[in-house]
């Protein structure tokens, strides 16, 4: 491009520029343009903020801890498959509830700094009806365990909390829940799995294969044992046994498969155990290396119907120490008759079950894949798959 073409094109531009600015006779100067009409602003109320209320726990209910992809506890209804609330358990925390229904509780730890710094332990309380913290009781050390269902249990009255030590020995904290007050550690050597017994203390199971009775009573603790029932070096009985309190007995389940059950007291009464896979009809399970059987598995391996006395068994086919695999059928087991006396295939290869305490019970259960399973046992159809609900402890509501 020539000298002159490129004069001329700057020339015209800076022309244009000026009339458009108003700047050369017969431009529109800015003051003739329309000038822009405001729109009227609409009166806006303040939103006003609220919390939602709950009701108390239903037996329809259950709550799903979310492992370690989620800092709480989902609760779900089975009536209507939806999302009911939150409460928060932060990792390697146990969730417990109020036998009233009034609160929630949660055993919990963290450090000052993330993962470091001065650690703190704590019970949290939750009120059951908004959700919000009531309280954080201080005490000393807890056993750093998830997926556990009885590292942190409540007593009956609700009064009393206890709390799962290991610090390296075996102990116990006791939590005033009415005062909200740390109370006192109790050493429990050799011992884990506690369930509380009515007008006594606790329970647990110990290592030499014995149940121990702690007594609590009068403000003294004492310690007796029964004779051992189990090997716990030969065949284990799961941590996660299930507890019915409305006849004060423990149903527990060895890594064989040999049902056992307890009554509890002062002297507790332990019964003859017997097959699972004999009261299905097939043969006994074995320690033996390279024996293919049905096996229970899993983490939270089975839940008990109080009202009926039907114990839903996570069961797959495997060998003996293959006891955390996921299942492939659940077994309905007859405590009365001691007798099998229903098998159902599932999906998802759970490890986690529980059943709710409702007079038409619905069967949950998870794998490791986060997705619930709710099954109506009165039809055995399933009734809501929940997606990314969690793959943690899973605990229901008890009748008030």
Not at 90 to 98: F, K, N, R, S, Y
Not at 255 to 265: D, H, R, S
Request: glycine letters at 10%.
């Amino acid at each position: 491009m020539t000298f002159a073409a490129i004069k001329g094109r700057f020339l015209a531009t800076a022309t244009l520029a000026v009339a458009l600015a108003g700047g050369l006779p017969g431009a529109l100067a800015p003051s003739a343009m329309a000038a822009p009409v405001a729109a009227p602003i609409a009166s806006v109320e303040p939103e006003q903020s609220d919390v939602a209320q709950l009701t108390p726990p239903k037996t329809s209910w259950f709550f799903i801890n979310g492992g370690f992809t989620s800092n709480s506890s989902v609760i779900y209804d089975t009536v209507s498959g939806k999302l009911i609330g939150h409460v928060e358990t932060p990792q390697l925390t146990d969730l417990a509830l109020d036998p009233a229904g009034k609160f929630y509780y949660v055993s919990s730890t963290l450090w000052t700094k993330g993962l470091r710094g001065t650690r703190q332990d704590y019970v949290s309380v939750f009120d059951s009806v908004d959700l919000k913290l009531q309280a954080d009781i201080a005490m000393p050390g807890r056993l750093l365990v998830g997926g556990r269902m009885n590292n942190f249990v409540v007593s009956p009255d609700g009064k009393l909390g206890y709390v799962y030590n290991m610090s390296p020995a075996s102990s116990v904290n006791v939590i005033d829940l009415t005062a909200r007050k740390f109370v006192k550690t109790v050493e429990l050597p050799g011992c884990a799995s506690l369930v509380p017994v009515p007008g006594v203390g606790l329970s647990a199971l110990c290592s030499d294969g014995s149940l121990a009775t702690l007594s609590l009573a009068g403000g003294k603790s004492q310690i007796t044992r029964s004779d051992p029932f189990f090997s716990a070096t030969d065949d284990p009985i799961f941590d996660n046994f299930e507890v019915d309190r409305g006849h004060n007995q423990i149903v527990m389940l060895s890594y064989t498969g040999k049902v056992y059950t307890a009554t509890l007291g002062a002297k507790p009464v332990i019964a003859a155990p017997f097959s699972l896979q004999e009261a299905a009809g097939v043969p006994a399970g074995s320690a033996a290396p390279n024996q293919v059987n049905w096996y229970p598995g899993g983490v939270q391996q089975m839940a008990l119907h109080r009202a009926t006395g039907q114990v839903y068994i996570l069961m797959h086919m495997g060998e003996f120490w293959s006891h955390k695999a996921g299942a492939s059928e659940v077994w309905q087991l007859d405590l009365a008759s001691h007798k099998v006396v229903k098998r159902m295939a599932v999906p998802g290869e759970p490890r986690m079950i529980a059943v709710t305490q409702e007079a038409a019970p619905h069967l949950v259960f998870a794998g490791e894949d986060e997705t619930v399973y709710v099954y109506d046992l009165a039809t055995g159809k399933q009734a809501w798959k929940l997606d990314h609900a969690g793959n943690g402890v899973i605990t229901v509501a008890q009748p008030q």
